[in-house]
């Protein structure tokens, strides 16, 4: 029984990319959904959770074809650096993202939509510009639900399996997550193995989200958003 | 000089906006000069959506809002100057303070394109002319609502702004607390000259504040003028608005009391004619010249019967009378009492058990000046 350390190391890594990219991309999406009143805003919340039903290998399938060598994206990707974007991490950093996004997106703007109207309209008679005031209020009013974001985006990366298989396949320290690994012990029948890593797994993620939650109900103690009433 | 500074700072706001939600249309046009203008009507007259338009929070479909010279809106011009260009000072209903931060941080929270120095030393005067220095560091959760309210004023005033809006910010307090308050707001307004709108449901508050009113009703300026003005004209006399009164008087305005909000009427029995000696009432003030004849209505409900003088109460009215008759109608006794007018009473059982009521007692009537209801003759 050895535990695979590198598809562990690897996992930890992508699915701290990930958030962190997810955190920058997904704020201004979040931000839109929270606050655009365009008519047609439905269905970029309907694409947005997509991801949530689809089966990862249609993600992933649709993911092969945007990213190989047959597509414009992927031929510039390829031009750019000499070599495809399937079965790299890079690739399954771009599928992680896309598979995640609506862990991130929909808490984010849950969150912002929360936030009371009136003290973001008192911030703008205040003579505060929109940017400014969603980094002063906005933001700091909806810490609960961008810690949530966040460390639902890790957790879910941290234990996706799907869309890495059909995007970046099963190369050691490259693409090898630790799920891939434990479906490879399992076919092995290394029972053994598979139980450790996969209970390893099981705590860290529980860890992860146990630490996230109580933040968050610190967070909520500090900060009360409808206290004042 | 200084009546060109006071031209330079009056509100012109004319505008129209349709709310599409409901079938509301807000149509305005008014003047408002620096000092307190009470904007004045009941829910869903259209004071909010006004104030937000000044504001720049809605945009008006038509029409132009400036200060002085200065245009904010202009619908010619395609003009509609951003929520954080106009330096207009709001106090919401709710007051919006930010509850993640201190009463300090609040107050500064507009003043961050100044220096560090400057920003303290404007933050540390307001506070002190609003009395709440003691509170810097306490967050908005833990205060109390009046001075929540002295928070929320000193934030929307250390930018200096050309206009402050108020949206009944003051409604949830004490009386007390309440006056207090406006000494101060205006005690800085005597130093800084700039036009309040004060919105308001409250006819106390208008006499109270009253500079210059303006009442709204339906999205429209009924009246524009001092309080005493604008307030309430009698109501037009129909059948369905009599119908809740069981005693309906005729009146004679006897004297005005403008400061106090009321008027003295003198009461004759309609049927009898006037051989009895006229009786006094103080009512609330309408828009009636001395001498002019109306009719007042008074619910028999609303009028309190005791068999000695009381004291100490804060009803202006008290009259002496003699019971006439008591008749039990279900579980209400409708007492007759002549007082120099004949007027009905309701009273409970118990009441009548308690006070052992017989005809031709001796009683005293209480009659609040706010139960008493003038309609035209």
Request: aromatic content about 0%.
């Given at each position: 029984m050895s535990i695979d350390w590198q598809a562990f190391w690897l996992t930890l890594r992508l699915a701290l990319i990930v958030s962190a990219l997810l955190f920058v991309i997904g704020l201004p999406i979040a931000y839109w959904i929270a606050f655009s009143r365009w008519r047609w805003k439905f269905l970029i919340e309907a694409i947005v959770a997509l991801p949530i039903v689809l089966p990862p290998t249609v993600l992933g399938f649709y993911l092969l074809v945007v990213l190989g060598p047959h597509s414009p994206l992927g031929r510039w990707w390829i031009s750019l650096t000499g070599h495809t974007l399937a079965f790299t991490f890079s690739g399954l950093v771009i599928g992680s993202i896309l598979y995640s996004l609506p862990f991130a997106v929909q808490p984010f703007s849950a969150s912002f939509s929360s936030v009371d109207r009136r003290l973001i309209s008192a911030s703008a008679t205040l003579g505060v510009s929109p940017l400014k005031t969603f980094f002063r209020v906005t933001v700091p009013l909806s810490k609960p639900g961008l810690i949530t974001g966040a460390a639902l985006t890790f957790a879910h990366t941290m234990g996706e399996f799907g869309v890495v298989l059909m995007?970046?396949?099963?190369?050691?320290?490259?693409?090898?997550?630790v799920s891939i690994e434990i479906f490879d012990q399992v076919q092995a029948s290394n029972y053994a193995t598979a139980n450790a890593t996969a209970l390893l797994l099981l705590v860290i993620c529980f860890a992860m989200l146990a630490i996230v939650y109580g933040l968050n109900r610190k967070a909520w103690l500090i900060a009360p958003i409808h206290g004042q009433r | 000089m200084d009546r060109d500074k006071t031209a330079e700072r009056v509100l012109h706001a004319q505008v129209r906006k349709r709310v599409a939600a409901s079938d509301f249309v807000l149509d305005v046009d008014f003047h408002a000069a620096p000092g307190f203008t009470i904007v004045f009507g009941a829910s869903g007259a259209g004071k909010t959506t006004l104030l937000d338009c000044v504001a720049g929070l809605i945009q008006p479909d038509s029409g132009r809002i400036a200060i002085g010279g200065q245009a904010l809106f202009d619908a010619a011009e395609h003009l509609h100057l951003t929520v954080e260009k106009r330096n207009i000072g709001y106090v919401f209903q709710d007051l919006a303070l930010f509850p993640h931060l201190t009463v300090e941080e609040n107050v500064e929270y507009g003043l961050s394109h100044l220096p560090r120095a400057e920003r303290n030393q404007r933050t540390a005067t307001i506070l002190a002319a609003f009395r709440v220095?003691?509170?810097?560091?306490?967050?908005?959760?833990?205060?109390s609502g009046g001075e929540r309210q002295r928070v929320a004023l000193a934030r929307a005033l250390v930018t200096d702004p050309v206009v402050l809006l108020l949206?009944?910010?003051?409604?949830?307090?004490d009386a007390a607390t309440k006056a207090r308050i406006i000494d101060d707001l205006r005690a800085w307004n005597e130093a800084h000259r700039i036009p309040i709108l004060y919105v308001t449901h409250s006819r106390e508050e208008v006499f109270a504040l009253g500079e210059s009113v303006l009442v709204l009703d339906g999205g429209r300026i009924l009246a524009h003028g001092t309080p005493h003005e604008v307030l309430s004209a009698p109501r037009q006399e129909s059948v369905a608005h009599l119908a809740g009164f069981e005693n309906v008087l005729d009146a004679t305005v006897e004297s005005l009391h403008a400061d106090r909000g009321t008027m003295t009427c003198l009461l004759y029995q309609n049927e009898s004619g006037a051989q009895a000696q006229p009786v006094p009432l103080e009512t609330p003030l309408v828009r009636a010249g001395v001498g002019s004849t109306l009719r007042v209505g008074i619910r028999a409900g609303d009028i309190l019967l005791a068999i000695a003088p009381p004291v100490?109460?804060?009803?202006r009215n008290v009259i002496p009378g003699c019971l006439l008759s008591l008749d039990r109608r279900d579980v209400i006794i409708s007492a007759r009492v002549n007082c120099g007018v004949e007027l009905e009473v309701h009273l409970t059982l118990a009441a009548r058990e308690a006070l052992q009521l017989e005809p031709g007692k001796d009683v005293w009537l209480v009659i609040k000046t706010h139960s008493c209801h003038l309609m035209q003759k």
């Open positions: 995007v970046g396949g099963n190369i050691p320290g490259i693409t090898r997550t | 220095p003691h509170l810097a560091r306490s967050r908005p959760g833990s205060i949206d009944e910010p003051l409604t949830a307090l100490g109460l804060s009803a």
